[in-house]
């Protein structure tokens, strides 16, 4: 009856995460609280994921007819990444899990450096339940992609601007800091830290420390990957 509880508990304090960190922090010490923001994150990346396949093979297309290829090998090679695209479309749910999972840990680590007394069951299902916000970006990038109607022809519009990057006519490793930082993702880092300091009882300054990893190994991986994103 105790895990049945928690679980609801994720279904249903999960949506504070959106609003209300003091409420989120009273519901992630619940031990099962993790399992239903995980299911729900993952049911709306497979959706979406599958909805914006269209988009994804248009830019395959593209990056696979710049490489010059006789058109036999051409289509070959299309194949096989579109189905190489299928197959990552569910194994998105699963790295970014275990990617999570990983950066819990960075957190709990860094959170025992500045002073805060953290379980990493708790920070993991803060994470989880927070990472409803990121899977709204998701959503919304499918909407802009939709309603938009331009056909695919690089990388950079795969990411629609949702921060100071509408402002901004950037490419690269700029373009990339400046999108990671989107409306979605400080909301996420508020949300996150907010909820850190209530659970824990510290200060607010020590949380948003704690939480540091959260975003700086994610902006690395985003800004190397721009490195090597074919120019448009």
């Known amino acids: 009856m105790a895990e049945e509880n928690g679980i609801a508990s994720g279904f249903v304090g999960m949506f504070n995460a959106f609003v209300d960190p003091a409420g989120l922090a009273k519901r ?56 190489i695209g299928n197959i990552i479309r569910f194994a998105i749910p699963v790295f970014a899990l275990l990617f999570t999972m990983l950066l819990a840990l960075l957190v709990n680590v860094t959170g025992s450096m500045v002073g805060l007394r953290t379980k990493f069951r708790d920070v993991f299902s803060i994470m989880a339940a927070c990472s409803l916000i990121p899977a709204l970006q998701y959503a919304a990038t499918y909407v802009v992609l939709r309603s938009k109607g331009d056909e695919i022809t690089n990388q950079e519009q795969m990411t629609p601007p949702f921060g100071l990057d509408i402002f901004v006519n950037a490419h690269g490793p700029l373009l990339a800091m400046l999108n990671f930082f989107s409306i979605f993702e400080i909301w996420y880092l508020v949300i996150f830290g907010l909820t850190l300091a209530y659970l824990t009882g510290s200060s607010k300054g020590k949380a948003f420390m704690a939480i540091t990893p959260a975003w700086l190994l994610p902006l690395l991986f985003k800004v190397i990957g721009s490195l090597f994103q074919p120019k448009s």
């Open 28 to 83: 992630v010490p619940a031990k099962l609280f993790w399992v239903g923001p995980v299911i729900t994150v993952t049911i709306i990346f497979i959706v979406f994921g599958t909805l914006m396949q269209p988009f994804t093979s248009q830019l395959i297309d593209v990056q696979m007819a710049q490489r010059n290829m006789p058109p036999e090998q051409l289509e070959r090679a299309k194949s096989m990444a579109h189905m």
